[in-house]
């Protein structure tokens, strides 16, 4: 055996280090799956960030590739016996990375358009406009909805507290249903969900890029945004980490699935006879962690049938910007869980991070919607008045 390495006062090497180069985390790597090559795991990726912080090897565009299609999925850090953090890692290594290789343009433009939410929800209102016009290649994402009056604010403070609720930057447009149907559903609880102005992008997307310090100046921002306040429900998976590490020693970050959970037992739902698909996100299954939750919502509807889609490669390839910055390969894992919901029957499908959605319903035609949306609709009228109806079951007789 190899004599034990001494700490490295390098942080990605001491983070590397911590790889015992077993191999476990090989099947349940989606980019391994889809090439069967072993710089495509994260064994092979961690070796090689460990030699570039070295200076053991040159960087090549060669290995600079099979870093940039990781996933940042980080299934393997659910499977890893010595609990190496690949995704503080994996930021680390494309910190380096960035340093030395500017970004595409394309990722550029994805990133300042994020930072900057009030631009992206005025460029995707253009889009929404062009959409009927525009020929499929220049269709990425699926038609924002129409604009939607602002719901009436409570006269009350609200029986049990008050909630403030993250928005971030391309939900902003697609999410005012849904965060329409979390404000009924907490109200019904007693809670009162107010949004908190001078909010922005979470900084995921840009941390998953590699760009730590745009990453920290948006996590400042929604510090200052949210002081004061006590407890934030996140929507998106996606969102929820970066947040809460943003807000550490302030408010309280819940995920909003979490949340209505330990209140499940206050709510009504009406039976609904249907199937439904249901996603679990990477990020709800590695990060969040609240699978479990959300099965145990869906059980609470009377008639409700859920099939889970687990076909394919583990993840459903938007991963961030990926599903805009490497079409073809994004598609290549969305494919087996497309597949896998025509054949299930389902009638519509249910998943809980905006990205994720964004990339599922590109190329389906059936509903595509956040399971606490699709919760709101089933939701029993109380005091506070009735729930929108939910869409209509294309299967309903």
């Given at each position: 055996?190899?004599?034990?390495?001494?700490?490295?006062?390098?942080?990605?090497?001491?983070?590397?280090?911590?790889?015992?180069?077993?191999?476990?985390?090989?099947?349940?790597?989606?980019?391994?799956?889809?090439?069967?090559?072993?710089?495509?795991?994260?064994?092979?990726?961690?070796?090689?960030?460990r030699a570039w912080a070295l200076d053991a090897i040159e960087p090549t565009t060669v290995a600079d590739t099979h870093l940039d299609h990781c996933l940042g999925c980080r299934?393997?850090?659910?499977?890893?016996?010595?609990?190496?953090?690949?995704?503080?890692?994996?930021?680390?290594?494309?910190?380096?990375?960035?340093?030395?290789?500017?970004?595409?343009?394309?990722?550029?433009?994805?990133?300042?358009?994020?930072?900057?939410?009030?631009?992206?929800?005025?460029?995707?209102?253009?889009?929404?406009?062009?959409?009927?016009?525009?020929?499929?290649?220049?269709?990425?994402?699926?038609?924002?909805?129409?604009?939607?009056?602002?719901?009436?604010?409570?006269?009350?403070?609200?029986?049990?507290?008050?909630?403030?609720?993250?928005?971030?930057?391309?939900?902003?447009?697609?999410?005012?249903?849904?965060?329409?149907?979390?404000?009924?559903?907490?109200?019904?609880?007693?809670?009162?969900?107010?949004?908190?102005?001078?909010?922005?992008?979470?900084?995921?997307?840009?941390?998953?890029?590699?760009?730590?310090?745009?990453?920290?100046?948006?996590?400042?921002?929604?510090?200052?945004?949210?002081?004061?306040?006590?407890?934030?429900?996140?929507l998106a998976s996606g969102c929820h980490e970066a947040l809460a590490q943003s807000l550490h020693g302030g408010p309280r970050t819940l995920d909003a699935i979490a949340f209505?959970?330990?209140?499940?037992?206050?709510?009504?739902?009406?039976?609904?006879?249907?199937?439904?698909?249901?996603?679990?996100?990477?990020?709800?299954?590695?990060?969040?962690?609240?699978?479990?939750?959300?099965?145990?919502?869906?059980?609470?509807?009377?008639?409700?049938?859920?099939?889970?889609?687990?076909?394919?490669?583990?993840?459903?390839?938007?991963?961030?910007?990926?599903?805009?910055?490497?079409?073809?390969?994004?598609?290549?894992?969305?494919?087996?869980?497309?597949?896998?919901?025509?054949?299930?029957?389902?009638?519509?499908?249910?998943?809980?991070?905006?990205?994720?959605?964004?990339?599922?319903?590109?190329?389906?035609?059936?509903?595509?919607?956040?399971?606490?949306?699709?919760?709101?609709?089933?939701?029993?009228?109380?005091?506070?008045?009735?729930?929108?109806?939910?869409?209509?079951?294309?299967?309903?007789?």
């Amino acid at each position: 055996m190899s004599a034990a390495r001494l700490p490295s006062a390098d942080p990605l090497v001491a983070l590397a280090d911590r790889c015992v180069q077993c191999g476990l985390c090989l099947p349940a790597c989606p980019t391994y799956g889809h090439d069967r090559s072993e710089a495509e795991s994260p064994r092979g990726r961690i070796a090689v960030a460990r030699a570039w912080a070295l200076d053991a090897i040159e960087p090549t565009t060669v290995a600079d590739t099979h870093l940039d299609h990781c996933l940042g999925c980080r299934s393997c850090e659910a499977v890893c016996p010595a609990g190496v953090q690949y995704g503080e890692l994996l930021s680390l290594a494309r910190n380096r990375q960035r340093e030395r290789r500017p970004p595409a343009r394309r990722q550029r433009w994805i990133e300042a358009l994020a930072a900057r939410p009030r631009a992206l929800r005025s460029l995707l209102g253009l889009y929404r406009l062009a959409y009927p016009a525009l020929p499929t290649v220049w269709r990425p994402l699926p038609r924002p909805p129409g604009r939607r009056a602002a719901p009436t604010e409570p006269t009350d403070d609200g029986r049990r507290g008050e909630l403030a609720l993250f928005v971030g930057c391309v939900a902003e447009p697609y999410e005012t249903g849904l965060r329409d149907a979390l404000t009924r559903l907490c109200r019904s609880l007693g809670y009162r969900v107010r949004a908190v102005q001078d909010q922005t992008c979470c900084g995921s997307l840009h941390a998953h890029a590699g760009d730590q310090a745009r990453a920290q100046a948006l996590g400042a921002r929604n510090r200052a945004a949210f002081a004061g306040v006590d407890t934030v429900l996140t929507l998106a998976s996606g969102c929820h980490e970066a947040l809460a590490q943003s807000l550490h020693g302030g408010p309280r970050t819940l995920d909003a699935i979490a949340f209505l959970d330990r209140h499940a037992d206050a709510l009504r739902l009406r039976p609904q006879r249907e199937r439904v698909a249901l996603h679990l996100p990477c990020t709800q299954r590695n990060v969040v962690g609240s699978a479990p939750a959300l099965r145990r919502l869906l059980a609470r509807v009377p008639g409700l049938e859920v099939i889970e889609l687990n076909a394919g490669y583990g993840c459903c390839g938007a991963a961030g910007t990926q599903m805009l910055t490497e079409p073809e390969r994004a598609a290549d894992y969305r494919a087996p869980l497309l597949r896998q919901f025509a054949d299930s029957g389902a009638t519509r499908l249910l998943s809980a991070n905006i990205g994720c959605r964004l990339h599922l319903s590109a190329a389906l035609a059936a509903p595509v919607a956040h399971p606490l949306e699709f919760l709101a609709g089933l939701a029993e009228a109380g005091a506070e008045g009735t729930p929108d109806s939910l869409p209509a079951n294309p299967a309903a007789t």
